[in-house]
């Protein structure tokens, strides 16, 4: 286990959380209203390419975020407009975004692989990080890391705090009863899709402009699917999707650690780890229906047609 | 102002007619982006759609590979659609074909170089086998732990990729490949080989089961006990339930069957068209699948044509690849626009679309 910095590993962690902390997040704020979006690796995978060509054509690795969460964003305005206004069946049409985006993705990104995007800088905290094992861990990093940390804030605050947090969470519970109140279901719920694939569409770009940091096909592999079971494993809670998160950050840069350094563990059994994981991790947490039933939305998944 | 009022029934000539409609939007919005790309957008659809069939230089070879690309798809997405349409969710049919090409590969070339006409056979079992057990893992946790089988069965996918890359790097080596990664070929081991039947049209065995899958999935839905829960669950699952469908039993036998096809399907691609297990092997034919499911309206014949068109795009693409550039990740993406279409006009079977005010009820 020598050669294994605890500093480092959990420094790493954190850069590795981002993209699932983002993605999942969003994810989250869509299921509260009642959505099942299964595009997330879609999304994420458009927001990593469009970060990504932005970024090294403006030479902005802020531009390029920005284009990442429009580009996800922009994904996503296609699973709104078919399961909102066409009211298609949700499982199907977050699949067919899946689908869609990777190959979408691998269109746009023929001419982007092997190239170098400009580097995110890290935030210069001064003489404050030079405290040890504090400063390399906690202040080293870029501004995404603590945005996707300031997000978790501002969305746990939102559903809790906020009057558009209880109508958001009033369409999830109930889309019926909400709509006879008055409340626009439909274009609240849109909101909040647009929303969930800005997000994705960041953590997408943090994967290709900061984690690698530059393009392959499918890059993003399956970290969308985990951000989705992130969400079942946080309860539809924030700061226990953020918990989440760290978590599978931690496992993912440990077993690329264990590996690196030899250890005679087969490869293949660490590689997979992160996704057995996350099959364990779903399983323990459904297997108490009482609690899921409590905490998830009651219309998830179900298509609202206002008969009247 | 335009409005939608569901109808009690879903309509049938819509049923029908929503496909045709969702292939010529695609079209129309695939032409877009292939003149985006630069390319002439008529060739490019006539490339795709009309060259493989019907061009006098390359049709002689491409009309064959018609055949073998639907077989995997036909075979898959008719295991699909029953989950489908009773609301089992498999999305997993990729790592399912994967792994019941290990499993039925593995035990063949545990009896290498035998010349028993059984070997065959015997690896489509265990092929079949396999992908079941794959399956029966989602199956097993939704009805024992009630976990989500599209997130379980989408995540194993991944690990049997891994799996994949490992077998064909260690254990499934060929010893006499000079190291290279990829197992024997089972096209030069006449036991093993899934060879083209009738020469020229491109048919192997895993055709033939397709087309069996097809009248056995359009029997049972038609005439058995066991169609008519499936249908019946997925219309009304509360009605289901006081029927006496026993929900756990559909779970498990539409996420095994489903499997079982599923990697049987792995395990004749394998032998036949792949002819090794390599790092590459798995080509995506378990999400295209969920496609052609799709396409097909959940009707095993309409996935018997839904399968042959998709496999036209997979030809007509690598034709238009080869002819004109056109890359091959915009088939992939043209194959996922079909999607959006289809979906997107499956609303006017299910609805009426009213122009005007609503009347008095």
Redesign the interface.
Known sequence: MAGISIELLLASLMVAATPILFAALGEMVVEKSGVLN?GVEGMMITGAICGFAVAVETGSPTLGFIGAALGGAGLSL?FAF?TQV????Q???G??LT?????????I??GYVGIKPPATPDINFGAVSDIPFIGPVLLSHDVLVYLAIAMTAGVWAFLKFTRAGLILRAVGESHDAAHALGYKVVLIRSAAIVFGGALAGLGGAYVSLVRVPQWT?GMT??AG??A??LV?FGAWRPWRVLLGAYLFGGITVLQLNLQAAGVRV???LL??SP??V??LV??IM??D?RR?AMNAPAALGRVF?A?? | MIR?E?RPMPSRLWTVLTPIVAVLGTMVAGGLMFAL?GKDPFEAIRTIFYDPLFNDQFAAYSRPQLLVKAGPLILIAIGLSLGFRAGV?N?GAEGQYIIGALCGAGVGLALYPSESFLVLPLMVAVGALGGWAWAMIPAV?KTR????E???S???V??AE??L??ASLGLLRNPDGGGFPGSRNFQQWEAAANPELISGTGMHWGVVAAFIAVIGAYTMLSKHMLGFQIRLTGSAPRAARFAGVNPVRLVLICLGLSGALAGMAGLFEVTGPAGQISIDFGSGYG?TA??VA?LGRLHPIGILLAGLLMALTYIGGELSQFMLGV???????????L??FL??V??LS??RVRIGK?GV?
Do not use: C
């Open positions: 299964l296609i078919l066409l009211l298609s069946n499982v199907a049409t699949l067919a689908l869609f985006g990777l190959g979408f993705s691998a269109l990104g023929q096909e592999a399956g699917w985990i989705l079971a079942v087969p490869v293949e590689s997979i996704y057995l996350t099959i779903l399983v459904s297997s229906r899921v047609h008969s009247s | 939608l569901k790309l969710w999305i946790l732990f009630n976990t989500n599209i997130l379980v989408l995540l194993l991944y690990v891994q799996l890359a490992s999400f969920i496609i799709f890359p091959a990740a915009a088939i992939q993406a043209f194959q996922g626009m999607l959006f979906l997107a499956d609303v299910n609805y609503p009820a």
